[in-house]
C-alpha cells in the first residue's frame, strides 16, 4: 500500500446507527487531517493531529469524534448523524504541518450517506 | 473569515489553454495551493505559490498577485484528462488550507 487509504470507500447508515471512518498512510508523515467535502462547497477542515496530538478541532459537532492512535492511523467516529452530515470525507497527511510549503497527500475519501 | 472566490465552471477544447482565476480575502497569508482533483478520486498537488510571480511546472503555470489577493492557474495544450475540478486553497496560518469551492473544467474534442 503507498500513499494514503481509507475505508470503507462508501457508508450508508442510519441516523441512529454508530461507525467509524479509518485512515492509514504510508508515507511517514507527521501530521493527519479530516475534511469533509460536500458538493459544490470548499473543503472544511474538521480535525488536524500533529504527532498524535489534536491541535485543531474546527467547531464540529460532537457527534463526530477524531481518534489519532499513532502517527500512521486517524479514525473519525460517527454516531447520530444527520442527514446533512452526508458528504465526502477526506482524510489527508503532511510531513511538517509548521511549514508553509507543507503539501498535504490526501486519500480518495469515504463517501458517507446518512438515511 | 476566509473568502476563496473562483468560478465553478469552465469548458474549452482539447489543445487550447484555459486560465483559471482564484481571488481571496484571508486572515493570514503562508502560500497559495492549487489541487486537482478528478471525479471519485483524492485531491493531489499541482502547485505551491508564495511569492509573486510566475511558477511553471509542464503544461500547468500558476501564478500569485499578493497585494491583489489574486492567483490563477493556466493549463496549457490541453488534453481530454485535464477534465477535473482544480481547487484554490490559501495557508492562513501553521496548520490551516482554506479552500476555494473548485474549478470544474470540461475539456471538449
Known amino acids: 500500500e503507498t500513499g494514503v487509504t481509507q475505508t470503507p470507500r462508501h457508508l450508508v447508515m442510519g441516523m441512529t446507527n454508530k461507525k467509524s471512518l479509518k485512515c492509514e498512510q504510508h508515507l511517514g508523515h507527521n501530521a493527519m487531517y479530516w475534511y469533509k467535502q460536500s458538493a459544490k462547497k470548499p473543503l472544511e477542515l474538521m480535525f488536524v493531529?500533529?504527532?498524535?496530538?489534536?491541535?485543531e478541532n474546527n467547531s464540529v459537532p460532537s457527534r463526530f469524534s477524531p481518534e489519532c492512535p499513532n502517527s500512521s492511523h486517524l479514525f473519525l467516529h460517527l454516531h447520530t448523524l444527520q442527514p446533512e452530515d452526508s458528504a465526502l470525507y477526506l482524510c489527508?497527511?503532511?510531513?511538517?504541518?509548521?511549514?508553509?510549503?507543507?503539501?498535504?497527500?490526501f486519500g480518495a475519501g469515504s463517501r458517507l450517506t446518512v438515511l | 473569515g476566509q473568502n476563496i472566490d473562483q468560478p465553478t465552471e469552465m469548458t474549452a477544447t482539447e489543445g487550447a489553454i484555459v486560465q483559471i482565476n482564484c481571488t481571496y480575502q484571508t486572515s493570514g497569508f503562508n502560500g497559495l495551493f492549487w489541487y486537482q482533483q478528478h471525479a471519485g478520486e483524492a485531491p493531489t498537488f499541482l502547485s505551491y505559490n508564495v511569492l509573486d510571480g510566475l511558477e511553471e511546472k509542464g503544461r500547468f503555470s500558476s501564478f500569485l498577485s499578493r497585494s491583489k489577493g489574486y492567483s490563477y492557474l493556466l493549463l496549457k495544450e490541453l488534453q481530454m484528462k485535464d477534465s477535473a475540478s482544480y481547487l484554490c486553497?490559501?495557508?492562513?496560518?501553521?496548520?490551516?488550507?482554506?479552500f476555494g469551492a473548485g474549478t470544474t473544467v470540461t475539456v471538449r474534442a
Open positions: 493531529y500533529s504527532l498524535e496530538e489534536r491541535v
Open positions: 486553497a490559501v495557508r492562513d496560518g501553521d496548520y490551516k488550507l482554506s
Open positions: 489527508a497527511s503532511s510531513q511538517d504541518p509548521g511549514d508553509g510549503a507543507n503539501v498535504l497527500t
